[in-house]
């Protein structure tokens, strides 16, 4: 099998570690993870050296690209029998790359576009699961209608608003009042070109995520994981987290999160959900789905009982592992242009 692996900032040149620290770090634990596949990866030439690390520390065969993404896949794409996408829901890429792959007769090792879709919009994975699953409650805010919001706010003290094609935290915000609101409004319609945001309730809890994987008609938990949030003037921040999280709600939190990747069709491959435990009333309640190896990867791959590159592609051609052993504890967290990964003692 003749392997295509990509990662949409560094096949782009996208050169702010801000914004593709973790996509990079990503992309090198899976070409480690897949050194022994027939493996190309793409890479711009307009890379800058931080991706020197990348090209040194694997056996897998770099390709490098002048134009963009989309117009290479269109070009060289048929040369491949599968493909592993890595590329954010923002502005709809993801969806976009999985269909050029999909209309090219190449098998994605990962979900299909229809899935990705639908989880690139939060509304709709919300209104797809919102009966199904605990899901936190979304209200579809145009920006054409956010003067009849004004009354909203006198008998709500916080909220959230969010890119409904959004991506980690990107734009989230906690809001208090109707200035707020507009505020961050005004910041929604500079990140999306969709029509309209979210609006959540706000809910105090602990932030933390399910890794899974699924073959496409049932899937397997890997850990529960913790998610390091901070506030920034109101503006979420991710900063890293912990594997494996154990909490008196976990067994929980995997339990909701299984059930919610099992029905969604087309999912298939690495999926990862965000969740918020309430202590106070026991309450777990679904905040998204990720169609894409998310940043925990890069940790849960050091502890597994198996190698976890292998076993995602494996998942695509519907074989699942049979046993899941998390071996010890890590920490990871960003520390200005590098992902820090810790061994933890229990």
């Not at 002048?66 to 502005?91: G, Q, T």
């Not at 190449?106 to 009966?131: E, H, M, P, R």
């Not at 609006?199 to 890997?222: A, C, E, N």
């Not at 929980?252 to 918020?276: E, M, N, R």
Request: glycine residues 6%; negative net charge.
């Amino acid at each position: 099998m003749k392997l295509l692996v990509f990662e949409f900032a560094v096949a782009n040149g996208l050169n702010n570690p801000v914004l593709t620290l973790e996509g990079q770090c990503m992309l090198e634990g899976l070409l480690e993870d897949l050194n022994g596949y027939d493996v190309d990866y793409l890479i711009s030439e307009n890379s800058d050296n931080n991706n020197d690390k990348i090209l040194d520390e694997n056996e897998c065969n770099p390709i490098k690209i002048k134009n963009n993404l989309s117009l290479w896949l269109d070009e060289n794409i048929v040369n491949y029998d599968a493909c592993l996408p890595l590329a954010p829901e923002e502005d709809f890429t993801s969806y976009n790359l999985t269909k050029i792959i999909e209309d090219n007769n190449v098998k994605v090792i990962g979900s299909n576009s229809d899935a990705v879709l639908k989880c690139s919009d939060k509304f709709q994975t919300y209104t797809a699961l919102k009966n199904k699953v605990p899901f936190i409650k979304c209200e579809k805010i145009f920006f054409s209608e956010l003067k009849n919001y004004k009354s909203f706010f006198t008998t709500r003290k916080e909220s959230v608003v969010k890119p409904a094609d959004g991506v980690s935290c990107n734009g989230v915000k906690i809001i208090r009042s109707y200035a707020d609101f507009i505020k961050a409004s005004a910041r929604m319609k500079r990140l999306t070109k969709l029509p309209y945001f979210l609006l959540q309730d706000f809910i105090d809890g602990i932030s933390i995520s399910v890794s899974l994987l699924t073959d496409g008609k049932t899937s397997v938990p890997l850990s529960c994981n913790l998610q390091d949030l901070s506030l920034d003037n109101g503006n979420l921040i991710y900063n890293g987290g912990e594997i494996p999280f154990e909490h008196d709600l976990s067994v929980k939190a995997i339990k909701i999160a299984k059930k919610a990747v099992d029905l969604l069709d087309g999912l298939k491959g690495y999926v990862g959900v965000d969740l918020l435990l309430n202590d106070k009333n026991g309450e777990v309640i679904i905040i998204e789905l990720n169609p894409r190896l998310t940043t925990p990867y890069v940790a849960l791959r050091r502890l597994l009982n198996f190698n976890l590159g292998d076993a995602i592609i494996k998942s695509a051609y519907d074989e699942l592992p049979l046993k899941v052993v998390l071996n010890g504890a890590v920490t990871f967290h960003k520390q200005e242009n590098n992902l820090m990964i810790n061994d933890v003692m229990k």
